[in-house]
């Protein structure tokens, strides 16, 4: 089933509202994903983004769609066999740091929702121009943070962000609080240590936290 530019950008409009952060996940061993994904719904975070780094990404995909509350998504999709290959797996959405024509042309056609990315106000305004009114604000912090992201709200007040880069519990709150902005990515709700020793009550108490922002 195709999707157009408009039902792509409502769906992850919605999808970024369901709560203020959107977990990025580094899954280095499939047999963290459920409990991981148990963890954080359990937390008030219930938009997953594993991203396609690790060859473990994909199993852990399908690990994370199989448990109650969640919506699990591919983050790192650059191409269409990215986008192929996550929908295989069960994903029901896309993130990708930027964007090209293949890679929307590919998520339209496959119906697969995309967060494409923007760092620049051409990027934002070529992406706006093909109809897509939501999208990343990558590498967040390494190209201005907050503030530039306020300035980009002054010409551009029609395009909503979920910025995503160096995004922590320092500066979360700065993003929040602008008008464009629907909500963050941050891997900090669920640090590497926590998740190889199993810690899932602490990610939990950390996705809470991060779910009152």
Same mark, same amino acid.
């Given at each position: #089933?195709? #999707?157009?530019? $408009?039902?792509?950008?409502?769906?992850?409009?919605?999808?970024?509202?369901?709560? !203020?952060?959107?977990?990025?996940?580094?899954?280095?061993?499939? +047999?963290?994903?459920?409990?991981?994904?148990?963890?954080?719904? =359990?937390?008030?975070?219930?938009?997953?983004?594993?991203?396609?780094?690790? !060859?473990?990404?994909?199993?852990?995909?399908?690990? #994370?769609?199989?448990?109650?509350?969640?919506?699990?998504?591919?983050?790192?999709?650059?191409?269409?066999? %990215?986008?192929?290959?996550?929908? %295989?797996?069960? =994903?029901? /959405?896309?993130?990708?740091?930027?964007?090209?024509?293949?890679?929307? %042309?590919?998520?339209?056609? +496959?119906?697969?929702?995309?967060?494409?990315?923007?760092?620049?106000?051409?990027?934002? #305004?070529?992406?706006?121009?093909?109809?897509?009114?939501?999208?990343? /604000?990558?590498?967040?912090?390494?190209?201005?943070?907050?503030?530039?992201?306020?300035? $980009?709200?002054?010409?551009?007040?029609?395009?909503?962000?979920?910025?995503?880069?160096?995004?922590?519990?320092?500066? +979360?709150? %700065?993003?929040?609080?602008?008008?464009?902005?629907?909500?963050?990515?941050?891997?900090?709700?669920?640090?590497?240590?926590?998740?190889?020793?199993?810690?899932? +009550?602490?990610?939990?108490?950390?996705?809470?936290?991060?779910?009152?922002?």
């Amino acid at each position: #089933m195709t #999707m157009t530019p $408009l039902e792509i950008s409502r769906f992850t409009e919605t999808l970024c509202r369901k709560a !203020p952060v959107i977990p990025v996940l580094v899954i280095e061993d499939a +047999a963290h994903a459920a409990p991981l994904a148990e963890a954080l719904i =359990a937390g008030g975070l219930p938009v997953l983004e594993v991203t396609l780094r690790t !060859p473990a990404a994909l199993d852990a995909i399908a690990a #994370m769609s199989g448990v109650p509350g969640g919506i699990v998504g591919a983050g790192t999709v650059l191409t269409p066999d %990215d986008v192929r290959a996550a929908q %295989d797996a069960g =994903a029901q /959405f896309a993130v990708s740091p930027g964007a090209t024509d293949r890679l929307l %042309d590919a998520c339209e056609a +496959a119906g697969l929702p995309i967060l494409p990315g923007a760092a620049t106000a051409s990027e934002a #305004m070529r992406l706006l121009e093909r109809g897509y009114g939501v999208q990343k /604000f990558f590498p967040a912090s390494a190209i201005g943070g907050a503030p530039a992201l306020k300035a $980009l709200g002054g010409p551009l007040p029609q395009v909503r962000f979920c910025p995503t880069g160096g995004i922590d519990t320092a500066n +979360a709150a %700065d993003y929040l609080a602008l008008d464009n902005v629907l909500c963050v990515g941050g891997s900090w709700v669920a640090p590497r240590e926590l998740v190889q020793k199993g810690e899932w +009550a602490a990610i939990t108490g950390l996705a809470r936290q991060a779910a009152a922002l």
